[in-house]
């Protein structure tokens, strides 16, 4: 069959046209090119910045995933810019259908890197796992997730092309089935942090010091002794603030990033094509500001300046030595135990 008679696609349209028009393509609309630039531009600036702040502090893993996330945020609305102006562009359609997927995973990958070292910070004698285990489970599971949406990005970018339903269907169920992988990672792993937070509550609270698992402080060599393996009893009062302003931030992130996989889950499972994914500024509200919220936070409240152990060990060695009554009493009750 002549491509003249062809239904509009990918393959074979090349513009929009009389016989292409904009309603056909996946989106149905023209994006809109403030918007996408806005956001383009904001990353760049956090892009920039998280490499100064990555430098410095030596927290390559954090500002690794961090940055990439970034980057891979500014790809997308840059290819959303070249849809806006053509909807059937080809190239620019796949790519911001990829790097606006996996990019949110690897921030909260940024955000997993960080439990491990505030478990340390604060004493892993109260933790559910070694601390060493946290970017096994807390990571890898990440990475799960950015292989499965991966794959399924590809397919779906390919079955875009072709038309080939069934195959966009493959396509739509592993992007579904990755970002609700992810959604339930984060859950898991938040749950985590909330049983070590209950638990080391209760452990000051009732004056014992701790309350071991199999994964105890003693048992593990990221933190064994009573002075060791709880930094911020080492740290002074003004760094512990500043730690649990840095624990705020990632909490936001970590929210932002559990809103935009509840709202793609539906987003995608409806369908290509279909009338939420075609709305362009409940997309910007509940992704794309909310990656962004995440991103800007992690940036802003840095480790290099509210949390500097995560990139430098010897940090607390710097620090101002126990000075409160309350810390005393914690610090003797460690000692005891």
Not at 107 to 133: D, E, M, N
């Amino acid at each position: 069959m002549d491509t003249e008679y062809e239904p509009p696609s990918y393959s074979t349209c090349d513009g929009v046209s009389p016989r292409c028009p904009v309603e056909f393509t996946v989106y149905g609309d023209y994006f809109t090119t403030g918007a996408c630039a806005f956001f383009v531009a904001i990353y760049a600036v956090l892009l920039i910045a998280q490499s100064y702040l990555g430098y410095r502090s030596k927290a390559w893993s954090y500002i690794s995933y961090l940055a990439i996330g970034t980057a891979f945020e500014l790809m997308g609305y840059a290819a959303r810019i070249a849809l806006s102006y053509n909807p059937w562009n080809y190239p620019g359609f796949v790519v911001q259908l990829l790097m606006l997927i996996l990019a949110p995973t690897l921030v909260a990958a940024a955000i997993s890197i960080t439990c491990k070292h505030l478990v340390v910070w604060y004493g892993p004698r109260w933790s559910f796992l070694r601390p060493s285990l946290y970017p096994w489970v807390f990571v890898g599971t990440d990475f799960m997730s950015i292989l499965i949406q991966a794959v399924g990005g590809a397919v779906s970018a390919v079955a875009s092309d072709s038309e080939d339903m069934a195959i966009l269907d493959v396509g739509s169920g592993l992007l579904v089935a990755g970002v609700a992988f992810q959604l339930a990672n984060m859950v898991f792993c938040g749950g985590l942090m909330v049983l070590y937070l209950l638990r080391r509550r209760r452990g000051l609270k009732n004056g014992n010091g701790a309350e071991r698992l199999g994964s105890s402080a003693a048992d593990d060599s990221e933190g064994s002794g009573a002075e060791s393996w709880a930094p911020y009893r080492k740290a002074s009062p003004e760094m512990n603030r500043k730690v649990e302003m840095f624990i705020y931030a990632v909490s936001v992130a970590y929210l932002a990033i559990i809103v935009r996989c509840i709202y793609r889950i539906p987003e995608m499972s409806n369908g290509w094509g279909s009338e939420l994914m075609q709305n362009e500024t409940t997309f910007l509200v509940l992704d794309g500001a909310m990656v962004l919220v995440a991103a800007l936070v992690l940036t802003v409240v840095h480790p290099l300046f509210f949390f500097p152990y995560l990139g430098n060990k010897d940090i607390v060695g710097k620090q101002d030595t126990i000075s409160t009554p309350a810390e005393q009493h914690e610090m003797n009750v460690v000692q005891q135990s």
